[in-house]
């Protein structure tokens, strides 16, 4: 099998500036990614889509072309279409490739996984024609698709960023249903200060608001009592704001109140994580080197805590560095020499985040849902089912596993694990870190009993 210094697990800002990094300091290699091309979240397919759509997408996004130019070097092996699905002590990567199993062993990995939306359980979200915002944005980043139509729901500079892209792309929103109040504003304020040192990123985001307001898109800010109606499909978005109820008729609903950092790789492997208060997520322990409490395993990246694709490119490179140290590539005090100047960009790039997490905080409706929403989508646990559970003596999200099947699903908790925690942790009174997550294990991704077989008749092959 396959040996390499050095197996990144995602192939966005992180993962591709960690692997060009390490293997411009001699280490060999390895990318996987699920995604068909290089670019992560917010680069997604930019080979291909930024000639084509870089006008609707924006120069930030042509910048991810740098970085996809860095994987196409000498000792960098990227592999596409990569689902890792389990990573054991060692390092034994297993993955799947076109509908076959293979391995690889590492010496270290790195774990550049990125965020995953927020799940925003609202009466209605499991509905036809209801989809995180992110995925609205995958369709046109990917395949140049975008819903008529549409209502845009929820909070955060995302929203903004993909209701400015339907403006530019000749579609806009029908209208915009903001969670976002003027305190959320005010709270904020006690920040702009530290969040100076990084105005371009609130000068782009003031540009976004002037684009959606200049199409005329209706902003609705303060809406509460979220609903999305619909029989077989969402027809329209319900909410009340300043005391009146509004009906919006739509096809297509978008919902996104933030991202939080992808941990099941992380949490598979026993790294320890803790409750952030000011993210409202948990958020694995890296040392400012990505490195975890285990042995060999680093993090960078929005994986390691949200800090947007600038700090996940820095992180990949920092990263990178402590690396190529431990393998004895880089000596220390070359090690600190070239971190200096990254961690001065680092401290740039984080100067807005604290005035963005204040200002935009998710849905209070959607983190402690309605008891008839369902919560877990997989299993359609609601949750009203596991206040049940706490009830019964439910303490921790594994249990409710044997109560209801909540977390078994396809996703293995993935959407559903944030909520079951606040969920069980306000009915039994408990802070977040004393009810815990999910506890993980491979296969982090549906594998089928096919993929397996091949495997195995691969590693046969290899024996003989
Ligand atoms: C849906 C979505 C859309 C976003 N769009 C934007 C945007 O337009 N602009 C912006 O500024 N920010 C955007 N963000 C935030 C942005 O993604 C991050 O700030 C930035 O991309 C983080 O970079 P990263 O390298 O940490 O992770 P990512 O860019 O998220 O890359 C992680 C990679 O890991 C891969 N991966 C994860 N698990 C596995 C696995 N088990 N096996 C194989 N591969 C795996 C994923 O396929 C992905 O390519 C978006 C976030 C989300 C969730």
Not at 326 to 348: H, V
């Amino acid at each position: 099998m396959t040996r390499r210094d050095l197996v990144t697990i995602g192939a966005g800002p992180a993962g591709m500036a960690a692997a060009a990094k390490a293997a411009g300091l001699g280490l060999s290699v390895t990318v996987l990614d699920e995604q068909p091309r290089p670019g992560g979240q917010i680069y997604r397919d930019v080979d291909r889509a930024a000639p084509l759509r870089g006008d609707i997408l924006g120069p930030d996004y042509a910048h991810g072309a740098s970085l996809t130019a860095g994987l196409r070097q000498d000792g960098i092996d990227h592999v596409p279409g990569a689902v890792v699905w389990a990573i054991e002590e060692g390092f034994r990567i297993s993955y799947t490739r076109d509908g076959q199993g293979a391995q690889i062993m590492a010496d270290r990995v790195l774990l550049a996984t990125g965020a995953l939306e927020r799940p925003m359980p609202v009466p209605g979200w499991t509905l036809p024609g209801v989809m995180a915002a992110g995925a609205g944005q995958i369709l046109l980043k990917q395949s140049g698709v975008l819903a008529r139509r549409a209502v845009l729901v929820g909070s955060g500079p995302l929203l903004y960023l993909i209701a400015a892209q339907m403006v530019r792309a000749g579609t806009p929103p029908a209208a915009m249903v903001e969670t976002q109040t003027r305190s959320d504003i005010t709270r904020a304020m006690r920040h702009l200060g530290g969040a100076m040192r990084g105005w371009r990123y609130l000068a782009k985001g003031l540009k976004l608001l002037a684009e959606i307001t200049r199409a005329g898109v209706p902003r609705y800010t303060a809406a509460r009592d979220i609903a999305i109606e619909g029989t077989d499909r969402a027809e329209a978005v319900c909410f009340t704001r300043r005391g009146r109820t509004h009906r919006l008729a739509c096809d297509t609903v978008f919902l996104h109140h933030g991202v939080v950092p992808n941990t099941q790789a992380a949490r598979s492997l026993g790294v320890t994580h803790r409750w952030s208060t000011a993210q409202g997520c948990f958020v694995p322990s890296v040392d400012d080197w990505g490195e975890t409490d285990v042995p060999g395993v680093f993090i960078a990246g929005d994986g390691a805590g949200i800090g947007g694709a600038g700090v996940a490119e820095i992180a990949g490179r920092l990263s990178a560095l402590k690396l190529a140290e431990q393998a004895g590539r880089l000596s220390t005090s070359e090690r600190d020499r070239q971190a200096a100047p990254l961690r001065t960009a680092m401290l740039r790039e984080m100067a807005v985040r604290p005035f963005l997490d204040a200002a935009y905080p998710p849905c209070a409706e959607a983190l402690l849902p309605a008891d008839s929403t369902i919560v877990c989508r997989c299993e359609e646990v609601t949750a009203g089912d596991i206040r049940s559970y706490a009830g019964l003596g439910c303490l921790g999200p594994n249990q409710t596993k044997a109560f209801g099947r909540a977390g078994m699903g396809p996703c293995q908790g993935r959407y559903c694990g944030l909520s079951v925690t606040a969920l069980l942790a306000e009915a039994n009174g408990q802070t977040p870190d004393e009810t815990g997550h999910y506890r993980i294990r491979p296969p982090l991704k549906p594998v089928t009993l096919g993929e397996l077989a091949g495997m195995e008749t691969a590693s046969q092959n290899a024996a003989e």
